[in-house]
């Protein structure tokens, strides 16, 4: 037996009937559909200018953790690249290794130093020197990120600004979230007057 | 074919006319697209992180250089649980009382009257750039950020932290 198309196969007779050979009569139709691309073509375009603009060269320098929330600042700069001290509601941590215990530092608050803090500074000190041994143009800066939560007391962000100190990164930065950009748009929508 | 166009075929004359529609491919620049828009997609920076810079006091670090005019003037700014205290070394001392406290305890800062006070403190002193806040162990560090957040805008740019 051959194969054949499944479907209706009418009898040759119906073939030339002028009733019902009109619909029997099959495959008239074209296989390819076109499909109309421009306005994906056009939202992909939107899309990609969209994250164009909100592209930062710098990445990712801070990450943000669930346990710290950051407070607002309206004239903040660029944040740069530098070791990173994230003090939390429960643990102080410097480039992803936890250095501290909140509870611990509280204990002992009649010292203003943290020693594991300086240490893992200092070995971070050394390895920028390492890194910039042959450069004899690049000059240490000694700048170093602090991000804290909005709670954490100053008892706690002045010992630890203290360690920085000491171990050579004299030059803090307080993180915070960047509001003068949502402050800007906000103006820019409230009508003149 | 699109109002306007010639026939695409035919009429009257031996030779066929050309088509006037051409049909650009648009899948190269499809691929390109999405190939960009992955990249971007996973390399985006959602949040907005900016810095504040301040100087510590104490701890050995290398002071600014300020001109005469610049040292001329001290401004110091105490916060603590009463509110501020704005003092300069041209004598001025201003008290600043705090709003209360919060639901959860937290001490409210009168900031709105501390920037009205240091924008006045800056057009009367227009060289002053730097000034010291001396915070108590007890301040958040979301209100100390607040409060180096309006010295900065007040145009105290050089801002140095300090405890009591």
């Not at chain 1, 029997?24 to 969209?50: C, Q, S, W, Y």
């Not at chain 1, 001290?85 to 290794?97: L, Y």
């Not at chain 1, 103006?187 to 007057?193: F, L």
């Amino acid at each position: 037996m051959p194969i054949v198309t499944p479907g209706k196969r009418p009898a040759k007779r119906f073939e030339k009937s002028k009733i019902l050979g009109g619909k029997m009569v099959k495959g008239r139709r074209a296989t390819n559909a076109e499909l109309n691309v421009v306005p994906m073509v056009d939202m992909m375009t939107m899309l990609v200018i969209f994250l164009l603009a909100q592209f930062s060269s710098t990445g990712e320098v801070l990450y943000m953790q669930k346990d710290i929330k950051l407070p607002d600042a309206r004239h903040g700069q660029m944040i740069e690249i530098a070791p990173v001290v994230a003090i939390g509601a429960d643990q102080v941590v410097v480039t992803g290794v936890k250095v501290a215990d909140i509870p611990d530092l509280d204990r002992d608050s009649g010292y203003l130093n943290i020693p594991t803090l300086e240490e893992r500074l200092r070995d971070e000190k050394k390895r920028w020197e390492f890194i910039h041994k042959s450069d004899p143009s690049s000059k240490w800066d000694g700048v170093v990120n602090i991000q804290a939560d909005k709670g954490v007391p100053f008892r706690i962000v002045k010992r630890v600004m203290y360690s920085c100190g000491v171990a050579g990164y004299f030059n803090v930065n307080f993180a915070a979230i960047d509001a003068g950009s949502v402050a800007a748009t906000q103006t820019e929508k409230t009508p003149a007057g | 074919m699109g109002a306007g166009g010639m026939p695409d075929e035919g009429g009257s004359g031996k030779r066929k006319r050309r088509s006037l529609d051409a049909v650009i491919n648009v899948v190269p620049a499809i691929d390109l697209l999405s190939c960009c828009i992955s990249f971007l997609l996973f390399t985006a920076v959602w949040t907005q992180i900016s810095r504040l810079q301040v100087q510590q006091l104490g701890t050995g670090a290398p002071e600014t250089e300020q001109t005469e005019q610049q040292k001329q003037l001290m401004v110091t700014l105490a916060m603590g649980e009463r509110g501020f205290n704005l003092t300069t070394s041209a004598g001025t001392a201003i008290d600043i009382p705090a709003l209360g406290r919060g639901e959860k305890g937290e001490i409210r800062f009168d900031v709105k009257a501390l920037e009205g006070q240091l924008k006045q403190l800056k057009s009367g002193f227009p060289d002053a750039s730097s000034i010291t806040v001396s915070a108590e162990d007890t301040v958040s560090y979301g209100d100390l950020v607040q409060v180096i957040d309006t010295c900065v805008g007040a145009g105290l740019a050089g801002v140095a932290v300090t405890g009591i």
